[in-house]
């Protein structure tokens, strides 16, 4: 071991200028991968170094004699395959080699002999969502790998994504293939849609379009404080009595449908690179959307006009939208599709929080607990959006993100308890003895109080309450 | 009134002849302007090759078909890939002038002087080396017990000694296909350690890539002035990182090592898939950045092609990717140790940093492509 440190060490000091050339102690093994419906085809480049090269050469050239013959070319080309391990979708291939070529062993030495292996694997045929995985251990204690893919030329191969080691020994490979055999044929159009959505992800675009509201705070944020005064009428410049289910409902309704509109629009038109706006400023007016609709559940800024609102703002949080969609670096063609299956997810995951609140909502403002909510509720939405805007403006980091997004993770429980409450101011509202507390004076003072110190200007819809006429 | 109109005459008088002289200047100035980056590229070969014996023409000059010196070029020192045409130690100082000059007419100022850093980089190299050399022939290696049992020391020796034909400034070699021409197609090759300038011009279109460049040392003294020939490079692309926020900084930085360059010398014409960060989710500062980063490799060429190829590379910039693998600082003043990538659809650029000689920092790789126009194969037909 010794004498082998000190002889590698020799020749590196004799070798000084040739060193600093070239590769010193790695095996550079370089693989690049080209995918087809049926095949696959690998071109591998393996240096090495000029401090490795002699025991590479000497494992090479088994019989000791200085050359390294056609037949020990392909032996070694055959023990480097053997020690690829190459499947598809979990089913082991095996590599064909087509061709070796060798640079002169004095090249070889000197640790710039390139040895050019190409080989091809028949891939058994299979479903349209297809896994390649190729892992390397040819001379793994000084080797550096590389490993790429080349662009498909075939346009019905599609990558989805390439995942490595640290070391680039193991590399995986996933791709969606169009008009896969395994399946029938597409018959009628409903089975050519199907396999193109299948193409494309469709489902995983849906579910990423769920995920993406679902865990997008700042949307939902948007369009709850939006909803909060939905049920409420406008007396003066404050929000008062309730508007009943019906209209309550219609509203909600429209702001819903508004922003759907709104967002479905920019998220069209960008995705399909129409428009274009840098992601910094657009995250900016999200959360200045969320300031504004907080203030308006606050105080009535635009009472009436909350779908045109909402149809504004939509616009911009489409922009957003896009951007999620355009960082998968999709096809013209499968983002049409993309794009659909995308808003799709964003609808449901939209309907399911609305349907989840809606009824909390259209309880609780039949109440006199309602106030509490509205403000409570627009107190923290314009909590979150001043944090959120002082973080994406000046990039600094604000505490109030870690409330946020702990109420979010807590979203499903603070819904349940929410509808619980509702439940029992509703139920409380319903009982006769209701109407002497919430008659009684000086609790009514004491609500206004706390309200105020709420709301600082609001003041509470139970004063307001007495002037307008029974609901 | 009389007088007043005299003076007035006078006045104009000298006021148009003052026009006059400075249109005539000016227009003689435009003139002289106007001679095309073409037209001075082929007088300035014209010049390089009359200055040439039969012998040396016939060496610089090939064909333009010829596919085989046109892949002829490495990061490889030209004592173990040996290039095409000659090498300027080969000509006369009033040849190698006009070489000097056939190479600068078609590149800008910035680009000639990247290129004269890195040939000089060369040089300091040569010198270190010399200077290794010498400490090794002056005695056994300390370690060292007598001659190593290696293959490596037993080869025979080359040319004159290790350093002596392997590095040096004068070791880059130029080479023509085809007949320079302002109308018909050509190429200009110049290039040797370090450098591989792969020019086509076709018309008024010129086209730089493939291109490689390289540096060792990376970082080099020379007159007391500190040189580092792919400074700009390192430093560029390592603001961009820096200008990212922390999600796309995510996406930027890839997970595993790059130990070279994947589409380096002899892989022309392929076309990975892209990773790291698209440009599309960057903000304008960025975007501009990036093509900052990228105007490093594509302004290497003379203006009017630099600008063209410019204007097609900011119109692919939203499809275009930045990734980077390895340490994501640098000391100020040093380059990084990190690789990186830009790829778009018209476009490869690789920064890789070469782990041999210690310091990675201290010698680089570097690699600018175009997949649909590498020497110019979208243009012309070869």
């Not at chain 1, 089975?191 to 509201?213: D, M, N, Y």
């Not at chain 1, 997008?216 to 939905?230: V, W």
């Not at chain 1, 039949?366 to 106030?371: I, L, S, V």
């Not at chain 2, 400034?169 to 130029?174: A, E, F, N, S």
Request: charged residues 15%; neutral net charge.
């Amino acid at each position: 071991m010794k004498a082998r440190l000190i002889a590698v060490a020799t020749i590196l000091l004799y070798l000084g200028g040739v060193a600093s050339a070239h590769r010193l102690d790695e095996y550079l093994q370089a693989t690049i991968l080209s995918v087809e419906k049926d095949r696959v085809q690998a071109s591998m480049r393996l240096i090495p170094g000029v401090a490795v090269s002699s025991s590479v050469i000497a494992s090479i050239d088994s019989n000791g004699d200085g050359v390294i013959s056609e037949a020990e070319q392909h032996a070694y080309a055959e023990r480097v395959l053997g020690d690829l391990s190459l499947t598809m979708d979990g089913n082991r291939l095996r590599p064909k080699i087509v061709s070796v070529t060798f640079a002169h062993i004095e090249q070889m030495r000197e640790g710039l002999g390139e040895i050019h292996i190409e080989f091809t694997a028949d891939l058994p045929s299979g479903g349209p969502n297809r896994r390649l995985v190729l892992e390397n251990h040819h001379q793994n204690q000084n080797a550096a790998y590389l490993v790429n893919c080349l662009v498909p030329s075939d346009h019905d191969i599609r990558i989805i994504g390439q995942t490595r080691n640290q070391q680039q020994s193991f590399y995986q490979l996933d791709y969606v293939q169009a008009g896969v055999p395994g399946g029938p044929k597409p018959l009628n159009w409903w089975t050519s849609v199907r396999g193109w959505t299948s193409t494309v992800g469709f489902a995983s675009l849906f579910r990423l379009g769920l995920r993406h509201i679902g865990e997008g705070t700042d949307h939902l944020l948007f369009l709850l404080a939006l909803l909060l005064p939905a049920p409420l009428i406008v007396a003066g410049s404050r929000w008062a009595g309730c508007v009943g289910v019906h209209r309550s409902l219609l509203r909600i309704l429209k702001v819903v449908t508004a922003f759907t509109i709104g967002h479905s629009i920019t998220l069209a038109l960008a995705a399909l690179g129409f428009v274009h706006v840098p992601s910094r400023p657009i995250e900016v007016l999200i959360a200045v959307s969320i300031l504004v609709s907080a203030i308006h559940a606050l105080r009535p800024l635009f009472p009436g006009k909350e779908a045109g609102i909402a149809a504004f703002f939509g616009l911009i949080h489409g922009l957003a939208f896009a951007a999620t969609l355009s960082e998968l670096g999709l096809g013209r063609w499968e983002r049409v599709a993309g794009i659909l299956a995308f808003n799709l997810g964003i609808e449901t995951m939209q309907l399911i929080v609305v349907a989840v609140t809606l009824p909390s909502l259209v309880l609780m403002s039949r109440t006199h607990a309602y106030p509490f909510l509205r403000i409570g509720g627009a107190l923290f939405a314009g909590f979150a959006s001043v944090g959120w805007i002082a973080e994406r403006l000046l990039g600094a980091h604000s505490p109030g993100d870690v409330v946020v997004n702990s109420v979010a993770h807590h979203a499903v429980w603070i819904a349940g308890v929410l509808f619980l409450t509702s439940l029992g101011c509703w139920w409380q509202r319903n009982t006769p003895d209701r109407e002497a507390t919430s008659t009684s004076p000086s609790i009514e003072r004491a609500q206004t109080r706390a309200l105020e110190r709420l709301a600082y200007l609001e003041e509470p819809l139970v004063v307001a309450a007495p002037k307008l006429p029974p609901i | 009134m009389n007088d007043q109109e005299n003076r007035m005459n006078v006045f104009s008088m000298r006021m148009i002849r003052g026009v006059g002289v400075w249109a005539a200047i000016w227009l003689s100035m435009t003139a002289a302007t106007a001679q095309t980056a073409t037209a001075k590229m082929v007088s300035a070969a014209n010049t390089f090759l009359s200055t040439l014996s039969e012998k040396q023409r016939q060496s610089v000059l090939y064909s333009f078909g010829d596919e085989q010196q046109r892949a002829r070029w490495s990061n490889l020192p030209t004592g173990f890939v040996p290039r095409g045409g000659i090498s300027l130690k080969e000509m006369t100082p009033a040849q190698r002038s006009a070489a000097m000059a056939l190479v600068a007419s078609a590149l800008s100022p910035k680009g000639l002087e990247k290129v004269e850093e890195i040939m000089e980089g060369d040089e300091v190299l040569k010198k270190n080396e010399a200077n290794n050399a010498g400490r090794g022939n002056n005695g056994p290696p300390p370690g060292g017990g007598g001659p190593p049992p290696g293959n490596g020391a037993n080869r025979p020796p080359r040319g004159g000694g290790l350093s002596g034909d392997m590095f040096g400034k004068d070791l880059y070699y130029i080479s023509i296909l085809g007949k320079p021409s302002e109308k018909d197609p050509w190429m200009l090759q110049f290039g040797g350690h370090h450098l591989a300038l792969n020019i086509t011009i076709a018309g008024e279109r010129g086209v730089l890539t493939p291109t490689l460049t390289g540096a060792q040392p990376a970082l080099y003294t020379i007159g007391g002035k500190t040189v580092r020939p792919l400074g700009q490079e390192s430093d560029k692309a390592l603001a961009l990182l820096n200008a990212l926020d922390d999600s796309e900084r995510k996406q930027a930085i890839l997970s595993y090592q790059l130990a070279d360059l994947v589409l380096g010398p002899g892989q022309d014409g392929k076309t990975i898939v892209p990773e790291g960060l698209k440009a599309s989710a960057m903000n304008d500062l960025q975007r501009a950045m990036l093509l900052d980063v990228i105007a490093e490799w594509a302004g290497i060429i003379h203006e009017s092609a630099a600008t063209a190829r410019m204007a097609e590379l900011k119109a692919d910039i939203n499809e275009t990717w930045f990734s980077w693998s390895g340490p994501t600082t640098a000391a100020p003043g040093k380059n990084i140790t990190a690789y990186y990538r830009i790829q778009g659809p018209h476009l490869v650029i690789e920064y890789a940093p070469q782990t041999l000689g210690g310091d990675p920092g201290l010698h680089v790789h570097t690699m600018y492509r175009d997949p649909t126009n590498d020497y110019g194969r979208g243009l012309v037909k070869q």
